[in-house]
């Protein structure tokens, strides 16, 4: 059993940068892929971008490329996603997921935070 838990969200003008966080419980984090999908209101959510287990390949959206930077530091059992020069379409619940080591080409994740809400002002 993993549990995840984001933090870093909140509200940012647009052209503005965050850091969100996904902190992972257990030892064996190492193991696992870990991802971040987002869900704007009154849409599906959707897959953002993927680092592997071993942190050696990334995956990313078309949306995200070249705005979105992941990342992991297993020694903090957490995963970061940066984001620069957010746009009002980046609003969005953003969670990040966990799958035994995972594929960073697949949307199939076990685990699930609670999210963390951001909020790109105009």
């Known amino acids: 059993q993993v549990q995840l838990v984001e933090s870093g969200g909140g509200l940012v003008q647009a052209g503005g940068s965050l850091r969100l966080s996904c902190t992972a419980s257990?030892?064996?984090?190492?193991?696992?892929?870990m991802g971040w999908f987002r869900q704007a209101p009154g849409k599906e959510r959707e897959f953002v971008a993927a680092i592997s287990w071993i942190g050696d390949s990334t995956n990313y959206a078309d949306s995200a490329k070249g705005q979105f930077t992941i990342s992991r530091d297993n020694a903090k059992n957490t995963v970061y996603l940066q984001m620069h020069s957010l746009k009002p379409e980046d609003t969005a619940v953003y969670y990040c997921a966990a799958q035994r080591k995972g594929v960073v080409s697949s949307i199939l994740y076990s685990y699930w935070g609670q999210g963390t809400q951001v909020t790109v002002s105009s």
């Open positions: 257990g030892r064996t984090f190492n193991y696992y892929t």
